[in-house]
């Protein structure tokens, strides 16, 4: 069980990661006007940050935490 905690709270760290990534990119993309392309990229951030915040979820130690059995 302390292997599937140790994923969980690896694949935090990396969608973390992946937001921070794309936030960068979709800054630069603001501040040189590519405002199509900014918006695509915030798409994808809204999306990391969904499934970011439902990994958490499994971290967390509170009522809405999600219980798996395996």
Do not use: W, Y
Request: hydrophobic share 35%.
């Amino acid at each position: 069980m302390a292997t599937l905690e140790n994923n969980v709270k690896i694949l935090s760290e990396k969608l973390k990661e992946k937001e921070k990534q794309l936030n960068d990119k979709a800054n630069f993309c603001k501040e040189h006007k590519f405002f199509k392309e900014e918006e695509h990229i915030r798409l994808k951030v809204n999306i990391v940050r969904e499934i970011r915040f439902e990994v958490d979820l499994l971290n967390g130690k509170n009522d809405l935490r999600p219980l798996f059995d395996f």
